[in-house]
Structures are given as C-alpha cells and as structure tokens.
C-alpha cells in the first residue's frame, strides 16, 4: 500500500556533496517520523537523520554538522543533503517512515529498497 522511492546514490570524492530524496507513495496515511539508516555488509542498521512533521531533526553522531535533513508534508519527501562527505561513510542508505493508517494510532516502520553511496579517491 505504501512504497518509498529513493534517489540520489551514487559515488563521490572525500569533501563532496550527494543528495538524497526520498518520496512515499500511496493515500490514506500519516508519516510521523521519516528518516535515513544505512549499513554495510552484514553490520547493524545505524541512524543518518530523523525528521519529525514540525520539522525538528535528529542526527547521527557522526554525520552533525555535514547533514542535513529536511521534508515537505505536503509532498511526503524527505531530503538528506551529505556535504563534506568522507569514505566512512560509504554505505547503503535506506529511507524509513513511521506510517499510520487514517484512523489508527499504530505506527509502522516502512523502508525503502536501499541506495548505494561510495565516497572514494
């Protein structure tokens, strides 16, 4: 019923920029918390950011101060800005949405297919 669309991967040097979008899809829902995880291999799913609806951010230890998460309601996107990019984090990056059906207070956690970042010489 509900799908998120990612955008943005892909590869850049130590010090650059990516930017990545992430739009859900579908009606009849409410996205609380949308947000960005990424991992590598097999090691455990880590928080990028967090956004909530009034906007009011939450950030990775190691990315303050290099990210910046925003999004638009009215759209259902969330936006990661990575500026001054390092090869640590390298990574797949996955959206994720805390969504509750019209009428329901019960969340549930969607996430997307997962995109490719790879920041290298």
């Known amino acids: 019923q509900v799908q998120l669309v990612e955008s943005g991967g892909g590869s850049a040097q130590p010090g650059g920029s990516l930017r990545l979008s992430c739009a859900a899809s579908?009606?009849?829902?409410?996205?609380?918390?949308m947000g960005w995880y990424r991992q590598v291999s097999e090691k455990q799913r880590e928080l990028v950011a967090a956004?909530?609806?009034?906007?009011?951010?939450n950030y990775g230890d190691s990315v303050k101060g290099r990210f910046t998460i925003s999004r638009d309601n009215a759209k259902n996107t969330v936006v990661l800005q990575m500026n001054s990019l390092k090869p640590e984090d390298t990574a797949v990056y996955y959206c994720?949405?805390?969504?509750?059906?019209?009428?329901?207070?019960?969340?549930?956690?969607?996430w997307g297919q997962g995109t490719q970042v790879t920041v290298s010489s």
């Open positions: 956004v909530n609806r009034d906007g009011s951010p």
């Open positions: 994720s949405a805390d969504i509750a059906k019209y009428g329901s207070l019960v969340n549930f956690r969607y």
């Open positions: 579908g009606s009849g829902f409410r996205i609380n918390v």
